[in-house]
């Protein structure tokens, strides 16, 4: 049976190590999609560090735009996270040399969520990991203005689409969405 979780909230609120217990009691052999675009050397010890506390039991796959080219039918899948993959679908359709260019959110937007469609339609239990970026003021660079639209607009579309939407705060989860087959369950 088909099943969506998102699990959002601020930066260091315990988003990911609660979707990796989560992914690990649902399965004794998960798998691990990392969507991020490793920038520098810094980013790539993170990725080191967090491979080595997931251990041997996780299968990771690297995936930067199109998760539906892996079959994970039957499997428990963590996308980790939403808000890189989001960065890599608006770097994608900006000029490679122009800093400033704002892409059009709608295409960008569109794009993501046709693909989220076809990844998620397969029989597998997705995790989904994303940041809550707009819970701030509104920024002055058109660009962050932009992009926080952009993943605010997403993370809506996921959560509209998820049976259980979790919001972590100081790694304590607060449920805020719940299917009507684990509320009685409890």
Same mark, same amino acid.
């Given at each position: 049976?088909?099943?969506?979780?998102?699990?959002?909230?601020?930066?260091?609120?315990?988003?990911?190590?609660?979707?990796?217990?989560?992914?690990?009691?649902?399965?004794?052999?998960?798998?691990?999609?990392?969507? @991020? #675009?490793?920038?520098?050397?810094? $980013?790539?010890?993170?990725?080191?560090? #967090?491979?080595?506390?997931?251990?041997?039991? /996780?299968?990771?796959?690297?995936?930067? +735009?199109?998760?539906?080219? #892996?079959?994970?039918?039957?499997?428990?899948?963590?996308?980790?996270?939403?808000?890189?993959?989001?960065?890599? $679908? *608006?770097?994608?359709?900006?000029?490679?040399?122009?800093?400033?260019?704002?892409?059009?959110?709608?295409?960008?937007?569109?794009?993501?969520?046709?693909? $989220?469609?076809? +990844?998620?339609?397969?029989? @597998?239990?997705?995790?989904?990991?994303?940041?809550?970026?707009?819970?701030?003021?509104?920024?002055?660079? @058109?660009?962050?203005?932009?992009?926080?639209?952009?993943?605010? /607009? $997403?993370?809506?579309?996921? @959560?509209?689409?998820?049976?259980?939407?979790? *919001?972590?705060?100081?790694?304590?989860?607060?449920?805020?969405?719940?299917?009507?087959?684990?509320?009685?369950?409890?």
């Amino acid at each position: 049976m088909k099943r969506i979780i998102l699990i959002t909230g601020g930066q260091r609120s315990g988003k990911s190590s609660y979707a990796e217990q989560l992914a690990m009691s649902l399965s004794d052999n998960p798998i691990y999609m990392a969507t @991020a #675009h490793v920038w520098d050397e810094e $980013f790539a010890e993170r990725v080191r560090k #967090h491979k080595n506390r997931r251990g041997p039991e /996780w299968t990771n796959i690297e995936e930067e +735009f199109y998760l539906s080219s #892996h079959n994970v039918n039957g499997c428990v899948v963590l996308i980790d996270c939403c808000t890189l993959w989001a960065t890599n $679908f *608006f770097s994608k359709y900006r000029l490679k040399d122009d800093t400033e260019t704002v892409p059009d959110v709608n295409l960008v937007l569109e794009e993501m969520c046709k693909e $989220f469609d076809k +990844f998620t339609a397969q029989e @597998a239990t997705f995790i989904f990991v994303t940041n809550e970026i707009g819970l701030g003021g509104t920024s002055p660079n @058109a660009l962050q203005r932009c992009f926080t639209d952009l993943l605010g /607009w $997403f993370n809506q579309y996921v @959560a509209s689409r998820a049976n259980e939407v979790y *919001f972590m705060v100081s790694g304590q989860p607060i449920v805020i969405k719940q299917s009507d087959l684990q509320k009685h369950s409890e």
